[in-house]
């Protein structure tokens, strides 16, 4: 990637998170553009260079999301050998991100409600394809020996659920840190999966 396309990633980037956390705050419908440009102190034109309009930004911030979650996955899938500590850290990595990344995330949980056609097409095959990477590594865990026999697919949608949920009551200011509930919630949910006597 040349100087100039790594300085339009990261400045696309900026905008994009600071609009997620304006949408946060104001909700999709009431934020304008001129908002979130105001939040950058950039001109409304200088937003539209980088984005369409409000719906694209929307959109990118929450494939952007999507797409390093997946990346994170595969990273973890090829640093860490044994099934059970990968589970368990990519589920640690996917509650962190999600935390330091909760205004983005929110904004996705129901893609349906912002997002429809090709936009919604990609943005459920990614959901897919980050599904598909947990199936492969329970399978792995079953086959192995360490995890029981469970149901893939209800096991997979349980420990997603709880993990998504976290950022509906998860608090910065609460006793545990986010590292620390990252990794409390991960050891709770792999107990979905073990077999009793591991």
């Known amino acids: 990637m040349s100087l100039r396309a790594q300085k339009t990633a990261k ?6 998170k600071s609009a997620v956390t304006i949408i946060a705050e104001k909700g999709y419908h009431a934020t304008t553009m001129e908002d979130i440009a105001a939040k950058l102190l950039m ?21 952007m999301l999507l797409e390093r979650s997946i990346e994170n996955m595969k990273a973890i899938k090829m640093e ?23 205004f983005g995330f929110e904004a996705g949980m129901k893609p349906e409600q912002f997002f429809e056609g090709e936009q919604l097409d990609t943005i459920l095959e990614l959901r897919s394809l980050y599904a598909e990477g947990l199936d492969e ?6 086959d192995s020996g360490y995890f029981d ?11 997603l659920g709880a993990m998504n949920w976290v950022i509906q009551w998860y608090k910065s ?13 991960s050891e709770y949910l792999m107990r979905i999966l073990k077999k009793p006597e591991n």
Do not use: W
């Not at 044994?82 to 589970?87: H, N, P, Q």
């Not at 590594?137 to 079953?142: M, N």
């Not at 026999?149 to 420990?159: G, L, M, P, Q």
């Not at 200011?173 to 919630?185: F, H, L, T, Y």
């Open 11 to 16: 400045k696309k980037e900026e905008i994009l």
């Open 43 to 63: 001109t409304k034109g200088s937003v539209y260079y980088y984005f369409k309009d409000k719906q694209d930004l929307l959109y990118q911030s929450y494939k």
């Open 80 to 102: 860490v050998p044994a099934t059970e500590e990968k589970l368990r850290r990519i589920m640690a990595a996917h509650i962190d991100y999600l935390i330091t990344e909760r």
């Open 137 to 142: 590594i329970i399978l792995e865990g079953i």
């Open 149 to 159: 026999n469970v149901d893939i697919k209800i096991a997979r949608n349980i420990i």
């Open 173 to 185: 200011e609460g006793e545990k840190d986010q590292k620390e509930i990252a990794d409390s919630i």
